[in-house]
């Protein structure tokens, strides 16, 4: 059985501040975990992606994901944000890469970005 | 290379009737996956299918039905259409990662 907590429905961010979105996942496996970006009335773009290599995860638009096993977290950052990086991200686990998997998607969290 | 197409964009339905959403990827992807996406959340998956002549029940396959005839084509079928059945539906297909169509808004009135 696997699960994704995102433990922020919705986050606020002033433009060139730094972006904090937080997941936590559980996973019967050695899980492999995406973000992925959805603008509205758009489909789903992925970020980036974990698949138990680095833990340290670089995406596409500068952000990135640390994998902490100890902490079944999946925390997306980016260090500086953008207008254009208002949109819902869905952070995502797997019971594996390749094809076949079943993604399991976390309920999300709307980032609004202020100037 | 158009990925993964669906059709149509926008639909809306009454109670009872049905339809059959299109969905066609041209990778040559062998898994094949239907999610559906309620506001606020995730998406949940409907149907699936592994290859060809192949396929499975998801998380939510209540009142939808799924058919695999070719590597290609994916439908999804709508027999009697209901209000709980609002929503947005993506077709997706993977191989080593997954790509997703731009999704069908169906409302059901």
């Known amino acids: 059985a696997q699960s994704v907590t995102q433990l922020d429905s919705h986050v606020s961010v002033s433009e060139g501040t730094p972006v904090l979105l937080r997941c936590n996942y559980s996973s019967s496996y050695s899980p492999s975990l995406f973000w992925y970006v959805q603008h509205p009335n758009k489909g789903l773009q992925l970020l980036l992606k974990y698949t138990s290599a680095a833990t340290l995860v670089k995406g596409i638009n500068g952000f990135e994901a640390e994998f902490k096993k100890s902490e079944t977290s999946f925390h997306l950052t980016k260090p500086s944000a953008h207008m254009s990086d208002a949109a819902e991200y869905f952070c995502v686990v797997s019971p594996f890469t390749g094809g076949g998997n079943k993604l399991t998607f976390g309920t999300g969290t709307q980032l609004k970005v202020e100037l | 290379n158009a990925g993964v197409t669906q059709t149509p964009k926008f639909r809306i339905l009454k109670i009872g009737q049905s339809m059959t959403l299109q969905c066609t990827q041209d990778m040559n992807h062998n898994y094949m996956y239907w999610y559906r996406q309620d506001p606020g959340m995730g998406l949940k998956l409907i149907y699936y299918s592994v290859g060809a002549g192949i396929t499975d029940k998801g998380e939510v396959p209540n009142g939808y039905n799924v058919s695999r005839s070719t590597t290609e084509d994916f439908p999804l079928r709508l027999e009697l259409a209901a209000p709980s059945q609002t929503s947005v539906y993506f077709c997706?297909?993977?191989?080593?990662?997954?790509?997703f169509g731009s999704g069908t808004r169906l409302t059901v009135v």
């Open positions: 997706a297909s993977s191989s080593a990662g997954y790509t």
